[in-house]
């Protein structure tokens, strides 16, 4: 199973075991992770599902599709870098995800 | 579902777990609601208008069949089959972007949901709180109670909705006049009605014509002169989304402004937890707020409610139930935000709550597109009322028009 690692802002950290083909945002919503609103269910309109991706976790990731590049401007939290849309960050198999949650999110 | 079955709780006191249900104590009200989406994941009712529905009542089977691209608006668009509903939708709101799917509402939603994104919405906090302060400095100039649906909830919506399109500072008393004939707080009548709303029209008309010209940074802009030739849009397109976000960004927020108060007045230890630390706790008892609904202000409510409906396109199984092609359903926020299996506690009035489902403003494609703002203004009004005014009070009864399908108060009396 999938580990994916949320960190809080203040620091706090939850491990939850996912599901292969479930995306990090729906994983955190369906198990009450603070922080990750994903209000459009993952449709790339509301930018509610804004994380920081750890540097050594983005080699699983192709980099983020047009759509997603635009809605990364729409954040209420800065973009960086590392910025994603956990929506569109699906599980696989093996692969353990950590995640860092920003300060303001909707 | 026959509406006649009953459930047993833990404690094997018979609930009624008939829906919809005529009004009762609000602790009832949430018993019931527990109760039955318990029992099942929905029911099948038949409407006042449009014929039958099948009404969500589970939290999880809500989110499911709100992000399920087989649920769609069309049939009610083209009119090929009526909305079922408690009331008739009015046809120009059938012609917006709420009414449309994909690919489309696709196109419109992109256009303005970057003018109403979270970041833009960060932006206009500070001058949200300058207003509101303005709004609080002419109430206290006038004496030491007032009336907080005209004097408050309903200025801070229109103020904030008017820097988003870019109605210019002279011409924004027109514009509060033509646009309160939206609302549902202001009880006009109905040549009243029409007439400013073709006055609105013909006003935002030429607002979109001016913008084509010489464009500034507002969302009338954005959309006149949208990028490239896919995304243009016609003033045909463009005036039925002004028209939205005015009848969802004014009505709707000064509603939940106004209820939010009254709640808080009405449970004065939740209102002495705020007050303990305002601005930490707003965000919390806002989506407190926006979940609890009715249950904290009124002596009783009704079980039955709903948002905009869908029709399955295909046969479809949510929660072990399935909604066969052609049938409609929509979903019972009252009853998914009082779902104990995805809200502990429920009947609970607690603006701390931190984790909260609630889908009030829904999920998936069509969540509401003002979120951010809504979110926004209603952290801003109560924080900056309650800051100000700390002893605010209840100086009469508030008075709510059942008539109207939002059940808007239309008079909040306060004193301080």
Known sequence: MPKVFYVQPDGTERVIDGVAGDSVMSTAVRNGVAGIVGQCGGSLSCATCHVYLAAEDQQHFDAPSE???DMLDCTASDREDSSRLSC???LSEG???HVTIPDEQA | MSPTETSTTPTDQVVDTSYPFAAVPPQDAVQRYVAISAERPMTRMTMPIGGDVWVIHRNAAA???LSDPRFVRKPFRTGERAVPYFVEFPDFLKSTIQFEDPPHHTKLRKLVQKSISPKRVRAMRESAVEFANELIDAMVA???????????????????LSNLLGVPPEDRPKFQKWSAATLAVANMPEDEVVQNMTELFMYLTALIEDRRKNPREDLLSDLANAPDKDDSLTDGEILPIAMILIVAGFDNTANFIC???????????????LLEDVDAVAPTAVEEILRNGRMAIYDTVAGGGGLVPFVATEDVEIDGQVIAEGEAVLVDPASVNHDAVAVADPGTFDVRRKD???LTLSYGLHHCLGAPLAR???QVAISELFKRLPDLRLAGEAVVDDDNLTQPITVLPVTW
């Open chain 1, 67 to 69: 759509d997603e590049d």
């Open chain 1, 88 to 90: 569109q960050l699906i």
């Open chain 1, 95 to 97: 692969v353990d995800l």
């Open chain 2, 63 to 65: 989110r499911d069949m």
């Open chain 2, 142 to 160: 006038k004496g030491n109670s007032a009336n907080l649906v005209n004097d408050y909830a309903v200025a801070l919506p229109i103020q904030m």
């Open chain 2, 259 to 273: 209820s939010g108060v009254l709640s808080l007045l009405k449970n004065p230890d939740q209102l002495a937890v």
């Open chain 2, 356 to 358: 909260n489902p609630h």
């Open chain 2, 376 to 378: 926004m203004e209603m």
